[in-house]
């Protein structure tokens, strides 16, 4: 939005510039909560929507807009995001293995709205404290699918986006049952 602005000519004049300056930081913090708010709330939806379709209970939408009430989903994407982010920037390998290590946070509290969210994160660690290699060579596949999916112009993401969410989802129901 900045870069189309200052193409337009708007931020030429030094008055406006220096306004959008300060309000600008204030700005993009209200935005990082809401979307991390937003993008929790969302992830847990659609962990409960295609735990629906997996378990084969049919479809119900109300399941993917129905985790708005609660702030779980937000400390746990906040927590998920931060905690990958921080392995990350040390080194690759330790982020990947957080990412693996916490990828079921979202399926445990659609699963368990009486869960907290750092008993959320226990629980998924413990889940996949001997898979991770299971799920990271599935995670590869649908990779390698939706590399794929760029040849065909982005078309065949609509059929394999579904697609790879219930299998996230089955295997989640599988981790469930070893427990």
């Known amino acids: 939005m900045l870069f189309a602005l200052v ?40 962990s409960s929507y295609t735990m629906s379709i997996a378990k084969g209970e049919g479809i119900h939408f109300k ?12 400390f746990a994407f906040l927590i ?3 905690s990958v ?6 080194l690759i390998v330790p982020g990947v293995i957080l990412a693996l290590l916490f990828s079921q946070v979202f399926f445990v509290l659609a699963n368990d709205s009486d869960i907290g969210v750092r008993d959320a994160f226990k629980k998924s660690k413990h889940m996949m404290s ?15 699918y939706f590399l794929l999916g760029v040849f065909t112009l982005g078309i065949w993401w609509i059929w394999l ?4 969410y219930v299998a996230i989802a089955l295997f989640f129901l599988e981790l469930s049952k070893a427990e």
Do not use: A, C
């Open 80 to 82: 998920y995001t931060s």
């Open 7 to 46: 193409l337009s000519g708007v931020l030429q004049d030094e008055n406006v510039m220096n306004h959008f300056l300060k309000i600008s930081p204030w700005l993009v913090v209200v935005q990082l909560l809401l979307n991390f708010f937003v993008s929790g709330s969302i992830m847990v939806g659609i």
């Open 85 to 90: 982010l921080v392995g990350l920037i040390l």
């Open 161 to 164: 986006l579904p697609k790879y």
């Open 63 to 74: 399941r993917l807009f129905g985790h708005f009430n609660s702030l779980k989903p937000f």
């Open 130 to 144: 001997d898979r991770k290699m299971q799920f990271f060579l599935l995670q590869l596949r649908f990779l390698l």
